[in-house]
C-alpha cells in the first residue's frame, strides 16, 4: 500500500473552510473534555449515517473519526464524470493492493476505498442497486432475525432515498418506477441527466432479443432480473455522497455531532468487564497533528471502517483467531477466529466493441480541450456530459439452467441474477485508446463462492493489511463469468447494433471457445471494488461470524461493526445502496438499545 501522506496545513485548511457552515469540526487539543456518547470509526457510507441518526438526539454526543480529509469543493468528487480518476494513486484512496491473485495470472491489482469524508460513497462511480428480495431475506433467515429481510428493510430504503428528477428535466416516463421510490429521503437518487448515442440501440436490443434481456422498468423494486436504465446518486448534476447527504451543512451544525479529520484509528481498547465479558469503549487513534490519542464512550464505539478496515482494527486490538494474531505478535484479548475471514467481493471483466460512429465519451476523454468546455459547462449550469457517470444501462441475468443442473445454484433464489452486465458509451477507464470510438461492457459475476481474507502484515496497526479476495478461485466463479462474456457478446450481435458495433477489440477478438475466453478472462479481470463479509453476521450464539444480528460484536461489550464487513454474501448489486441502509437499520436499533435497556 502506498497511503499519500497530505500535509497539515491540507487538514487545516478544510477544517477551517468547513467551520463557515456552523459545524462542529474538532481537533486534537479541542477533542478531549467532552463526553462522547458514540465514537464513530469512519466517515463513510455507513458510518454517517450512524452520526445522522444518533444525533438526532440532542441529548447524545457523537463524534465521528475519519481518517481521510474533507471532501468540500474537491472538484473531481463532486463532478460524476470525474469519478474515474479518484483512485488508485490519490490522496483520497486508501491505495490498497491485493496479494498476486493466482486465478489471475498471479497479477496483483489495485483495490481503492475511500480516503476521504463520505469514505467510497464519495470516490465510486455512483451507480445504485438495492440488490433483490431474496438478498435480504436470505440475511434474515442465516442471522435468523426477520429484520433484515425485505419487507423489513423497504421502510430504510424509503428513510434513505430521495429521488430526484435528471439534471436535464427529460421525461422519464418508462424509465422507472415512482412507485418502488421515496422522494423525501436524504441521499439523492436520480437517473442520467445527459442522453448516450448507445441509448436507443440499447433498449431496441432489449425488445428485439427479449428473454434474459427483457426490459425491467425499476431493478429496484427487488425483481432486478432484465434491462434498466441506470440509477445513481446524484443531485442537480453532482455527486450526492454520504458526506454531502448525511453530513450536509444543515445536519453538522448540530452542537452535539463532532467530527475529527485526518484521524486514523488503530484499536479499539479494553475498558474494562461487564457481565464477564471485556468492554471496548475506548479507541486510540492517530490524530490530525501526527500524536497517538485516545478517547472513550460512555456507550458504544461503532466501526463502520468498511469490509478492510473494520476487521483490521479488530486484529489490531487483538479481536480475531488468536493462534494467527500471536504469530505477527499481537496480543489475543478475545478470540473471535471469523474476524477478516469469509472475504467476498465482485470479480469484473471488461469487454470493448470498436463502433462505426463517433459520438462517445472517448472524445472528451483523450482531448483536453473538449474536457475543458464540458467542465466549463458543468461549472456554469451543472449540465452537460459531465452529470453521468460511466455507464447508462445494467443488466441482471441468470445463468442456464443446464449450467445449474450440475452445479449448486449460490444465488438466494430463481429470481435474483448470477451476473450483471454494465453498458457504457465509450471507454470509460484509463488509458484511453488514442483513436477510434467504442461502446463497452463490463460483466461481473454477482454470488461469488470464492472467498479471500484479510490478515495482518505485522503488529503495526499502521501497516496495511494483507488482502487476497480470491477472485474467481472457483470453477463456478470461473463459468459465470465464461457465460457473462458470451452474454456480452450476444446482446451486441443483435440486428440493433448493425453497422454501429464493427468488431469486438482488446483481445476479446480472439475469445472464440471456452478455453480462449477463459484466457481472456485471466488476462484482463479484475475487481469491482466491493468487498463485504469480514465481519458477518449470524444467529445470536452462533460458534462461527463475528456480529450477532443487532451488529454487536461478539463475546464484548459496546462495541458494534455498521458496514458492509456485515454482510455474509454479496448482495444482487453494487453495495453503495445496502450500505446506506445498514447505517439505518443500525441506527434503529442503537436506539432501541438506550431507549430501552435490558
Known sequence: MILLSLPLWFFWSTIAAIRLAGAVFIDAAGAEGIGYDFIIVGGGTAGNVVANRLSENPNYKVLVLEAGPSNANVLDIQVPFLCTTLAPGTAFDWNYTTTPQTALGNRALPFPRGHVLGGSSSINYLIYTRGSTEDYDRYANVTGDQGWS?????????????????????????????????FNGINSITLSGFPSATDTRVINASTELAGEFEFNLDYNSGSPLGLGWLQMTADGGKRSSSASSYLSPSFLARSNLYVMLGAEVS?????????????????????????????????????????????????????????????????????????GENLSDHPFSPTAFIVSGNDTIDNI??????????????????????????????????????????????????????????????????????????????????????????????????????????????????????????????????????????????????????????QYII???????????????????????????????????????????????????HLQAVAYVIGERASDLIKATYLNPQ
Open 150 to 182: 425485505w419487507n423489513n428493510m423497504q421502510q430504510y430504503f424509503k428513510k434513505s432515498e430521495r429521488f430526484t428528477p435528471p439534471v436535464d428535466g427529460h421525461n422519464t416516463t418508462g424509465q422507472f418506477n415512482p412507485d418502488v421510490h421515496n
Open 267 to 339: 484499536r479499539v481498547i479494553n475498558t474494562g468487564v461487564e457481565g464477564g465479558l471485556p468492554v471496548f469503549r475506548g479507541v486510540e487513534f492517530r490524530s490530525n497533528n501526527g500524536s497517538l490519542m485516545q478517547l472513550n464512550a460512555s456507550k458504544e464505539i461503532i466501526l463502520s471502517a468498511g469490509a478492510f478496515g473494520s476487521p483490521h482494527i479488530l486484529l489490531n486490538s487483538g479481536i480475531g483467531d488468536a493462534q494467527a494474531l500471536k504469530s505477527v505478535g499481537v496480543t489475543p484479548q478475545v478470540d473471535l477466529p471469523d474476524v
Open 365 to 518: 476523454n483523450r482531448d483536453p480541450g473538449l474536457m475543458e468546455q464540458a467542465l466549463e459547462q458543468w461549472k456554469a449550469e451543472n449540465m452537460g456530459p459531465l452529470v453521468n457517470t460511466v455507464a447508462s444501462h445494467l443488466m441482471f441475468l441468470r445463468l442456464n439452467e443446464s449450467i445449474l443442473a450440475s452445479n449448486p445454484d449460490p444465488t438466494p433464489g430463481p429470481n435474483s441474477p448470477h451476473y450483471e452486465l454494465l453498458v457504457a458509451n465509450g471507454v470509460p477507464f484509463k488509458p484511453f485508446p488514442p483513436t477510434g470510438n467504442f461502446v463497452t461492457s463490463g460483466a461481473v459475476v454477482l454470488h461469488p463462492t470464492s472467498r479471500g481474507s484479510l490478515k495482518l502484515r505485522s503488529s503495526d496497526p499502521f501497516d496495511a493489511p494483507i488482502i487476497d479476495p480470491g477472485l474467481l478461485t472457483t470453477e463456478f466463479d470461473r463459468i459465470t463469468m465464461r457465460e457473462a462474456i458470451k452474454s456480452i457478446k450476444k446482446f451486441f450481435a443483435a440486428s440493433a447494433w448493425a453497422g454501429y458495433v464493427l468488431a469486438p477489440v482488446g483481445g476479446l477478438e480472439n475469445a472464440v471457445d471456452d478455453a480462449s475466453i477463459d
Open 523 to 573: 488476462d484482463n479481470a479484475q475487481s469491482l471494488f466491493h468487498p463485504a463479509g469480514t465481519a458477518s453476521m449470524s444467529p445470536v450464539g452462533a460458534q462461527g461470524g463475528v456480529v450477532d444480528p443487532d451488529l454487536k460484536v461478539k463475546k464484548v461489550v459496546g462495541l458494534r461493526v455498521v458496514d458492509v464487513s456485515v454482510l455474509p454474501f454479496e448482495p444482487s448489486g
